[in-house]
């Protein structure tokens, strides 16, 4: 991961967390998708850090299919309880790598809960 990338992530969750743009937000979950882990983990990161901010994009991504794997643990993270039942629902799918995100981000919201 270059150093360039880094500074387009910090920039685009600098301008999301500032503005609520979410085209700013939406970057930072299409930086899911990249073919690199590190822009791939500091993205996730970030979401994650967002917390209910981010709430809405991860839900669109969910409803989308969209990188799954990792932002069903997202939701999870964030403490998105009202995803609970897409949650459950994954936690199902004939994906192997889905249905183990999906139950992460489950035990991850019961954990919080218990807290």
């Known amino acids: 991961m270059g150093p360039l990338q880094v500074a387009r992530l910090y920039a685009m969750k600098s301008v999301w967390n500032a503005t609520g743009l979410r085209p700013a937000g ?8 990249s073919a690199d882990e590190g822009v791939r983990t ?3 990161m970030m979401l994650v ?3 209910k901010r ?8 969910i ?3 969209r990188h799954l794997p990792m932002v069903l643990v997202i939701a999870g993270d964030i403490g998105a309880v009202r995803l609970e039942p897409e949650l459950r629902r994954f936690a199902r799918d004939p994906d192997p ?3 183990k995100a999906a139950q ?3 035990r991850i ?3 919080q809960a218990r807290k």
């Open 54 to 61: 981010a709430e809405p994009l991860i839900e669109e991504a």
């Open 104 to 106: 992460d981000g489950l």
């Open 42 to 44: 500091v993205a996730g």
């Open 49 to 51: 850090q967002s917390g």
């Open 109 to 111: 919201l019961a954990a």
């Open 26 to 33: 939406r970057a930072l979950l299409e930086a899911l998708g």
């Open 63 to 65: 409803r989308h299919g």
């Open 97 to 99: 790598q889905v249905a």
